[in-house]
């Protein structure tokens, strides 16, 4: 079963930048579509953006200009960097297989106003 570990979050002020990383375990990485999502307190979780298995991104409307979503294939790893962070995008990001394949603890992020 694949697990995923997630790190990077932290405090920010508006504004500011984040780059959060992921790392799946399991085998055939290189073949899977990829995605991060959020929860905030009291909503649904929610897609963010995701990554095809040959690159091509694809960004929820809210976060399209400032979050760049990448993968590396030899680490196994997919990346999230957020630019220009809006009080609105606190909360825990996960991420996953698109579509979603079980979650791992997630990291916090927190935008002060």
């Known amino acids: 079963q694949v697990q995923f570990v997630e790190s990077g979050g932290g405090l920010v002020q508006t504004g500011g930048s984040l780059r959060l990383s992921c790392v799946a375990s399991g085998t055939h990485f290189s073949i899977q579509f990829l995605g991060w999502y959020r929860q905030a307190p009291g909503r649904q979780r929610e897609l963010v953006a995701r990554?095809?298995?040959?690159?091509?991104?694809n960004y929820a409307d809210s976060v399209k200009g400032r979050f760049t979503i990448s993968r590396d294939n030899a680490k196994n790893t997919v990346y999230l960097q957020m630019n220009s962070l809006k009080p609105e995008d606190t909360a825990v990001y996960y991420c996953s297989y698109w579509p979603s394949a079980g979650w791992g603890q997630g990291t916090q992020v927190t935008v002060s106003s």
């Open positions: 990554i095809s298995n040959g690159g091509t991104p």
